[in-house]
DNA sequence: TTGCATGTTCCGGA
DNA sequence: GTCCGGAACATGCA
């Protein structure tokens, strides 16, 4: 699930249901997912405090609680639930955080991601490594300039955290295959044209999807197809093609989208 | 049983 | 230093 605007709808999710909330307590129900505290010091971190307005940098959200800050990452299978009591707990139920008149749940098949606790921004960063501007709010010079310093593929370059925060799998696949732009097109071969037309489809997929909270599944979006065996282009009919581009399985029309 | 899945990190090699 | 591919991580599903 989570890319970017998947981790937006969970922002959104966090700040109705707990923002200004105070913190009753903390039920650490899968010790490995809370990467740097024990389940102890979190639990006395955070009790007691009450949650700030929550932030998102890419995928990573960021919910103030006191003086620190909780720091939660999905993986490729978090989310959020908010449930009125403890009743019917998921197994993958990871972290609850339990306030009065209902709990925060932290759920996690996969494991990967988790929850860490940061005492200040140096501690944050440290744990998110350093990442680049979120792409939901990068400027188009701010795009052309990371592009002109970058090498290599423009797919494993959307998708790098350290250049763009936010973009993954599917959504450089949507972006590029709207741009018309293979996804193994090296940066050095776009020209300021392609690339400004990448940044325009960058900003239309958020855009467009940012309502929903995820990117739609609707009838021309190519995120809707790839889970077909048989999937055509929804511009021109062609089947797509699937290949391993940047260590992912890129989804991308061979018509639309020529080298 | 095998392969694949929307995430990141680490390693070796070019 | 940069970039890439592959493997690893953990779990469930087709």
């Known amino acids: 699930m989570p890319e970017l605007l998947d981790v937006e709808g969970f922002r959104r999710f966090a700040e109705r249901h707990v923002a200004g909330r105070a913190i009753r307590s903390v039920h650490v129900l899968d010790r490995e997912l809370v990467r740097n505290r024990s389940a102890r010091s979190l639990q006395s971190a955070l009790a007691g405090q009450r949650f700030g307005t929550a932030r998102r940098h890419g995928k990573w959200l960021i919910l103030p609680a006191g003086e620190a800050e909780l720091l939660m990452h999905f993986g490729m299978t978090g989310a959020l639930a908010w449930a009125p009591n403890d009743a019917d707990r998921h197994r993958h139920d990871r972290l609850v955080v339990v306030f009065d008149g209902g709990e925060l749940r932290y759920n996690n098949m996969r494991r990967f991601g988790g929850v860490w606790l940061a005492r200040d921004a140096d501690e944050r960063e440290l744990v998110t490594g350093s ?129």
């Open 131 to 259: 990442l680049g501007p979120d792409a939901a709010t990068l400027g188009p010079e701010k795009f052309a300039a990371l592009l002109d310093a970058r090498r290599g593929g423009i797919k494993a370059a959307l998708m790098d955290q350290h250049l763009i925060a936010g973009l993954g799998n599917l959504m450089s696949d949507e972006i590029l295959w709207r741009a018309r732009v293979h996804p193994e097109a090296s940066v050095g071969s776009l020209t300021p044209h392609r690339r400004q037309k990448i940044y325009h489809e960058l900003r239309a997929v958020i855009g467009e999807s940012s309502r929903y909270g995820r990117v739609p599944h609707g009838r021309r979006w190519l995120t809707r197809m790839r889970d077909d065996r048989d999937a055509s282009c929804p511009r021109c009919g062609s089947r797509l093609s699937r290949t391993r581009v940047a260590g992912r399985t890129a989804c991308w029309c061979p018509r639309c989208q020529r080298r």
